[in-house]
């Protein structure tokens, strides 16, 4: 298992190699100095910053014949990658001025601290791809336009899949002793777990949350534990999953949540969606789906998106995938369709090992007796597969935990879990964030 927990420093990420050497990068491999993510994440970060500061503070930018003005909103550390000597690979996300978010994919050359970018492409707008990496057989890279591209290329793996996944933190620096909630992924019909490896610092229990069964890590620390690494390993076997009954009572989920109020302007929103679609509950899911795809952005910046707030994602029109869910699950509750809510990570398609960039989410409806599962922020990133995401889920993907509002105990002082992905830290009783980093390899 050691190879596997190296993972989260190689980046394995779906981006161009090259099968040959151009005359720049001829020097032996001994001579040439070792680029780490952190210097390839310098270099894209001062070719941003001296084309701004020459343009009035934004980056320029043209694109479809249009001179844009942009502000660096974060670089995806996860993307980063030295594609072989002096030859490195940045992708970025980069916000207009009227709040639309550029993935844009940089090509570098050179040396660390002696970095020049070669190529600059828009990969994504709010989320939506133009094209998408496929690897050919020797090797490389090459684009594929996003409406030729297979079901496969676009993330989904029907059928089964097998993985393992490693899902590790770094504690920060601590100055008072600290509890932390990490959540631990259970087996299930559509997935079973086997945990291989759990290493965490201090002392630890495991919870189960009142409401909703989801299995809790809970760590208690001490200032000594700064800068420990937690890790946790396990098996996955993963099923395709589709609509489904289950024991659960429907009602239960009717109920709002701290986030996921019952409002008027929800109740109002889906009489208007609604007026006139003549049909039972699953015609009306489908029109709420719908109208939060036409509705809603792929947008991530500022500090309000990202919690699931359905009053923000209605408000502001966008988000990402916690957003989406969340405004969909209000409008449904609020014309009787019981909605739920589930977080882990989707392990990629193209690849078999490498990097995750982070936890995704989907939600669940109950129409004509059974739950159906959608995903509605990968269904506005991909329009040809928005009828699969009316009643799919990939079986590529690992659930950590469902539900908001996790109650367990002990309990953290900011009271019930909104939902849990990444650990939950709390040193003196404040809330400390902490982003882990995820990876996985098949077979």
């Known amino acids: 298992m050691k190879l596997l927990c190296t993972l989260f420093f190689i980046c394995c990420s779906c981006v161009p190699s090259f099968a040959t050497q151009d005359a720049a990068s001829s020097s032996t491999l001994e001579t040439i100095p070792n680029v780490v993510t952190t210097d390839i994440k310098a270099g894209i970060e001062l ?21 844009m003005k942009l502000k660096l909103v974060r670089v995806h550390m996860e993307y980063l990658a030295n594609l072989g000597p002096r030859r490195h690979f940045a992708c970025v996300d980069l916000a207009s001025e009227d709040g639309n978010v550029y993935d844009v994919d940089f090509f570098l050359a050179g040396d660390p601290g002696s970095m020049t970018v070669t190529e600059t492409t828009v990969h994504k707008l709010n989320g939506r791809p133009y094209y998408l ?68 610092p201090g002392t630890h229990q495991i919870l189960k949350d009142d409401r909703f069964g989801n299995q809790v ?16 390993q396990f098996d996955v076997e993963r099923q395709e999953k589709s609509m489904y009954a289950d024991t659960t009572i429907p009602a239960a989920y009717l109920a709002p949540e701290k986030l996921v109020p019952n409002l008027e302007k929800f109740k109002d929103i889906a009489a208007e969606v609604l007026a006139d679609k003549n049909g039972g509950e699953l015609v009306k899911a489908r029109a709420l789906y719908d109208h939060t795809i036409d509705t809603m952005r792929y947008a991530k910046f500022g500090n309000e998106y990202g919690k699931g707030d359905a009053v923000f994602a209605c408000d ?28 882990g990570a989707a392990v990629p398609s193209g690849r078999d090992e490498g990097g995750v960039s982070g936890y995704h989410c989907w939600a669940e409806f109950f129409a004509e007796g059974k739950w159906w599962p959608i995903d509605i922020s990968e269904a506005d990133k991909y329009t040809s597969l928005s009828t699969y995401y009316f009643g799919h889920n990939p079986a ?22 909104n939902f849990l992905a990444y650990p939950l830290l709390e040193v003196g009783g404040k809330p400390v964030k902490i982003k882990p980093q995820f990876g996985f390899k098949r077979g």
């Open 47 to 67: 070719h941003i910053r001296e084309l701004s500061e020459s343009n009035g503070g934004f980056f320029p930018l043209t694109f479809e014949d249009k001179e």
């Open 133 to 200: 990496w496929e690897q050919q057989d020797d090797g490389t890279w090459i684009h594929v336009e996003a409406t030729d591209a297979s079901r496969e290329l676009l993330g989904v793996v029907e059928g089964e899949d097998k993985f393992s996944f490693v899902y590790q933190a770094t504690l920060p620096q601590m100055s008072e002793d600290a509890r932390m909630w990490i959540p631990i992924p259970s087996s299930d019909d559509f997935q079973k777990i086997n945990v291989t490896n759990l290493d965490v």
């Open 217 to 232: 890590l809970f760590v208690e620390l001490t200032p000594e534990d700064s800068g420990s690494v937690i890790l946790m």
């Open 316 to 343: 502001s029109a966008r988000g990402n995938c916690t957003d989406y869910h969340s405004y969909f699950i209000a409008l449904s509750r609020s014309v009787g369709i019981p909605a739920r809510f589930a977080i």
């Open 396 to 417: 590529n993907r690992v659930e950590f935990s469902h539900g908001r509002d996790l109650v367990v105990t002990p309990l953290p002082e900011s009271g019930p879990i």
